[in-house]
């Protein structure tokens, strides 16, 4: 990253601390004008660790009982946004008891003792919009049996933090930040007396981004699933605060809400969880569901693709395959080369994964979650398909974005007479190898079987120049690909038949099988599953096809299927994993 744009980003960061200093100066006057009413979702489990003290944030473990979540020492910004954002009080609200409430009153008063006064490094747009949303929607829980003087803190300082948003919204980032600092503000402005004058100018903020940010099809540049949830419930948070105070809704925002919608059921696996792409999770079980039901909206995803990803569903079975290039530019700082890459559920399941974010568990993980060999894709002598950029670091966080993304994709589906077919290509690997991927993927009606075709070819005489200097470099034995099926950690799976099958069974009780062609070798290999929540990466295996390219043409013919003595139901009643 150039030296003028880290200067311009410093400076910004000096700004927002000289503008929160000024705001902790103001001594507005404030009460709440209605009852809030908590709209953002808690995890029991997660309240009762913090209770415990266990401190768990973005991966980093504090066992300290009776310590203040500000007394965590780490400078990983990841830990430190999860903190100064508040979202652990969504946690304590779960729990709702007098010690989960002592400690959040505990909490809240020492963020403004330690940091109300402007200091910190919570005073950024997008951090107070956030952390607004959660002292409002939770202030009835954090006012009971408080002291006077307490009570005056509180408001004062939602009060200062209100001013500093309305004067620094503007410097958040496009996208997600934007949207939380808008939010929040909103929020402010109508549940907080003397904030009314901030709600307007804020709602039309919002309603453009919500025009420019959003695309035609309901989709984010992120192409973040979970990013787009988290967007949408937003959103609809705004929707309804207006509506409990007979403000009119601008159609932009119910517009960009009829857009979201539908593409995030199409983002949903047969399991009720989001796709894992792009730096996003699963998400929170029941969110998407509590979030699409609070929206009133009901449209069901149309064909075609939904935020670059491509949707193929039969019976108990969901595949959802990236079929689009990654995100450019800023917005690909989380992206990951993940083109061409599936994840398959099958019920309340999942079998085939992407390895996922490892953001939470260091740069790292972080920068080997986002590369090919992590997805459950084709790769090239361990290139990936979006060459990732050197790290740069600017205020102290790691930035690198994608770089050289395919500039030619395919994606085709057609009709089967027994299912359907997807037919997809990019030209990731033309540059460095003269070679172009194409995978074909073929879905039986009954949700029973997933037919597999992974072909690297040429495409013109460039290509087959360029095939032929990566060819010598191997001094002609071959350039080695391999093709990975990550698979979740709840899958037992053993090599079968003699090294031509894998054989997969869920924990329902399913009896899943891997075959291939012989074209390539076949081997069961260690992987992980990187899950946010957790202290460390799960261990999980990889089914994988080894073989190296002597043609201008190489195909690998697959096939995923459940064994024959598996019935088309199972009753699933063990929890998921």
């Keep these: ?60 473990l504090t066992e300290a009982k009776g310590a203040s979540v500000w007394d965590i020492q780490t400078d990983n910004p990841l830990v430190i946004d999860a903190i100064q954002g508040c979202r652990w009080l969504d946690d304590l609200a779960a729990v709702g008891d007098f010690r989960a409430r002592a400690i959040a009153q505990e909490w809240i008063q020492d963020w403004i003792n330690r940091y109300g006064n402007g200091t910190g490094p919570g005073w950024t747009p997008d951090l107070t919009g956030r952390r607004l949303i959660r002292w409002i929607n939770h202030g009835i829980f954090l006012m009971r049996g408080i002291k006077s003087t307490d009570s005056d803190k509180f408001f004062r300082s939602l009060g200062q933090q209100t001013i500093f948003l309305s004067r620094r919204w503007r410097r958040a980032a496009p996208g997600l930040p934007r949207f939380e600092a808008l939010t929040g503000l909103i929020y402010a402005g109508l549940a907080l007396e003397g904030m009314e004058r901030f709600v307007a100018p804020a709602i039309k903020a919002l309603a453009k981004d919500c025009k420019t940010e959003i695309d035609d099809q309901g989709g984010i540049r992120t192409r973040n699933p979970e990013e787009l949830l988290e967007v949408f419930s937003l959103i609809n948070w705004v929707v309804l605060a207006l509506s409990e105070v007979d403000r009119p809704t601008p159609e932009d925002l119910q517009a960009a809400l009829e857009r979201m919608a539908p593409t995030l059921r199409a983002l949903r696996h047969s399991d009720g969880a989001l796709a894992r792409f792009h730096g996003g999770g699963r998400g929170m079980e029941g969110r998407l569901d509590a979030a699409l039901a609070t929206s009133g909206i009901k449209d069901a995803p149309g064909d075609g693709l939904h935020m670059g990803f491509l949707r193929l569903n039969a019976g108990r079975l969901s595949i959802l395959t990236d079929a689009s290039p990654p995100p450019s530019g800023d917005a690909s700082i989380n992206g990951h080369a993940s083109t061409l890459s599936f994840e398959l559920t099958s019920g309340r399941r999942s079998l085939v994964v992407n390895c996922g974010s490892g953001r939470s568990f260091g740069p790292e993980w972080r920068r080997a979650g986002r590369a090919t060999p992590s997805h459950s894709t084709l790769c090239i002598e361990g290139y990936s398909s979006t060459r990732l950029a050197a790290p740069s670091r600017l205020l102290g966080t790691p930035l690198d974005i994608l770089e050289a993304p395919p500039t030619k994709m395919n994606c085709e589906v057609s009709d089967l007479p027994d299912g359907k077919r997807a037919e997809l290509s990019h030209n990731g690997y033309q540059l460095t190898h003269g070679l172009t991927h194409a995978r074909t993927l073929d879905v039986a009606d009954d949700g029973r079987g997933l037919v597999g075709e992974d072909l690297i070819t040429t495409l013109s005489t460039d290509d087959e120049r360029r095939f032929a200097k990566a060819l010598e470099r191997t001094d002609l034995q071959g350039i080695p690909f391999t093709v990975r099926f990550h698979l979740h950690p709840d899958v037992d799976a053993i090599v079968d038949l003699g090294g031509a099958a894998v054989s997969m069974a869920l924990k329902s009780g399913e009896i899943w099988v891997f075959r291939h062609d012989g074209s390539a070798a076949l081997s069961l290999e260690p992987s992980v599953f990187l899950e946010n929540g957790r202290l460390k990466p799960r261990s999980s295996k990889q089914m994988v096809l080894s073989g190296r390219a002597m043609a201008y043409a190489t195909r690998v013919r697959w096939s995923l299927a459940k064994a024959q003595d598996t019935p088309d139901v199972v009753r699933d009643l063990a929890s998921p994993g």
Aim: charged content about 20%; hydrophobic content about 40%.
């Design 1 to 60: 990253m150039s030296n003028s744009k880290t200067w311009r980003a410093r400076r910004v960061q000096c700004w927002h601390r000289t503008h929160a200093r000024l705001a902790a100066r103001a001594r507005p006057a404030t009460a709440f004008v209605t009852s809030p009413e908590p709209r953002t979702i808690g995890h029991f489990a997660r309240g009762r660790q913090l209770i415990a003290g266990n401190l768990l944030f973005a991966g980093h």
